[in-house]
């Protein structure tokens, strides 16, 4: 098992995976237009973090990573359904938040969240209260009534991957 971040770089490998990943995101999101996952996944200003399991997509988040700003907007979560309830969703936000913060310097994550994934976000310490400032992500995200606005701090020093 392991975890990769990767965007669209052209290397072979990480276009499979990054199609693969759309694919679970098609199926796990219905209500998201099939056209609008695949631009956003392979979008250069969107990274992926993947869960691989003998080189297959397990299940993955796509996000924008807003330097000037430190902070990220999940676009996407998804786990394929087999897979799911064993703990991955957990373990790629931990890989996610890592990642976030040692490689691209933020100290904040904001999504949109379904309803019915709520719960999964408020365990991965998500709040529906908006701590951060307005001036530091009005204009960057854009509003989208299919879902609930919820913040994530990144804890500055906590180890989130062994
Ligand atoms: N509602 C409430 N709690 C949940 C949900 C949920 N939908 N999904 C998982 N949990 C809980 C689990 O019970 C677990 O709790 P525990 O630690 O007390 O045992 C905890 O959250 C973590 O569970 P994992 O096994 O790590 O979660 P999983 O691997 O299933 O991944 C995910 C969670 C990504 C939500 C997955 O179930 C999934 O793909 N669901 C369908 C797609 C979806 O709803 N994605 C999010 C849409 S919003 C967005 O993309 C911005």
């Not at 237009?33 to 399991?53: F, Q």
């Not at 979560?77 to 936000?93: F, N, P, S, W």
């Not at 100290?107 to 701590?131: M, P, R, S």
């Amino acid at each position: 098992l392991k975890f990769a971040c990767v965007s669209n770089d052209g290397i072979d490998e990480h276009m499979i995976w990054l199609i693969g990943l759309k694919n679970i995101f098609a199926r796990q999101l219905p209500n998201m237009p099939k056209e609008y996952i695949v631009r956003l996944v392979m979008d250069r200003s969107h990274k992926s973090v993947m869960v691989i399991r003998r080189n297959l997509v397990v299940g993955g988040i796509t996000y924008r990573p807003y330097a000037s700003q430190k902070f990220g907007e999940i676009a996407f979560c998804a786990i394929t359904a087999d897979e799911q309830v064993k703990g991955y969703g957990t373990r790629l936000m931990n890989h996610l938040k890592q990642h976030a913060r040692d490689v691209d310097g933020l100290t904040h994550f904001l999504t949109y969240a379904d309803n019915n994934a709520v719960g999964y976000f408020v365990k991965q310490g998500f709040t529906k209260e908006i701590y951060l400032e307005k001036e530091r992500w009005q204009g960057y995200i854009k509003d989208y009534d299919g879902g609930i606005l919820m913040e994530c701090k990144i804890d500055p020093k906590l180890p989130y991957t062994d």
